[in-house]
């Protein structure tokens, strides 16, 4: 897949051109021709030029209980360009802005706070996990985000991007907040961390994610939990 080139200039896969731009808070600067899309599920757009046209749509009755179980937007905003447009989306959180290609051979599935904006020939399903108990114990591991269908999509990472290439069989174990995504080929496990001690004086958590190639995985190494939690200590307590 092309990455970003150095020079700013835009570059397109599929239909849709873009660049990324900016630093520690990064924005997808996209540019639509007549008629072209683009969909996000909460109020990610920066900026757009006036002749994009903005429509919010729910996903059914069932996709929409189904996003408020797992505490994602039951909404959508579509927008369309009449006449050649841009428009950019912004990350919420400091970190990098990944553009991914989904193709019907190479569904992804991600972190369910990851998703950020796509090409509406993307479809987007929540995942849920087999093991209930372990799942709401584990964190961010349980609900997942599949992303299929053919276009451009592109994901939020909190913090630095590191990706890995799990041979058949190999295994990663990772904190699940650090968990960001994965191809489907890649198997996802949630597991207890063994021992009692480690478990309440570790700090890791009661929980890890297994990780078993064969596929890529991508890691996020300042998830807004994490961030979140070592704010607390600091907060003041209410009388």
């Known amino acids: ?11 397109g896969i599929l239909t849709v051109q873009y660049e990324i731009q900016g630093g520690a808070y990064p924005i997808v600067v996209c540019r639509l021709q007549s008629g072209e899309k683009m969909i996000t599920e909460k109020g990610s757009m920066v900026y757009m030029t006036p002749n994009m046209q903005m429509e919010t749509r729910g996903g059914g009755i069932g996709k929409m209980f189904s ?11 579509i927008y369309t360009a009449q006449g ?4 950019a989306f912004g990350a919420s959180f400091p970190g990098r802005i990944l553009p991914l290609e989904i193709t019907p051979e190479r569904p992804m599935i991600l972190q369910k706070n990851a998703f950020l904006a796509a090409e509406p020939t993307v479809e987007l399903a929540i995942t849920f996990k087999k093991k209930l108990g372990a799942g709401f ?9 599949r992303l299929s269908g ?22 990663l174990l990772v904190d699940t907040g650090n968990v960001a995504g994965y191809e489907e080929s890649v198997s996802m496990e949630i597991q207890q961390v063994e021992g009692l001690k480690n478990k309440l004086l570790g700090g890791e958590g009661f929980f890890h994610t297994r990780l078993t190639g064969p596929g890529k995985v991508w890691i996020q190494t300042m998830p807004i939990s994490t961030v979140a939690s070592a ?7 209410g009388n």
Do not use: C, H, W
């Open 137 to 145: 114990f584990g964190g961010e591991g349980f609900i997942m985000q």
């Open 231 to 237: 704010l607390i200590g600091f907060m003041p307590s």
């Open 150 to 171: 053919r276009g451009m999509a592109f994901v939020e990472i909190d913090g630095e991007l590191m990706e890995y290439v799990l041979a058949p069989g190999q295994s």
């Open 84 to 87: 050649d447009g841009v428009i």
């Open 67 to 77: 996003k408020a179980l797992s505490g994602e937007s039951m909404f959508q905003n």
């Open 1 to 11: 897949m092309k990455k970003r080139s150095q020079t700013g200039s835009f570059f």
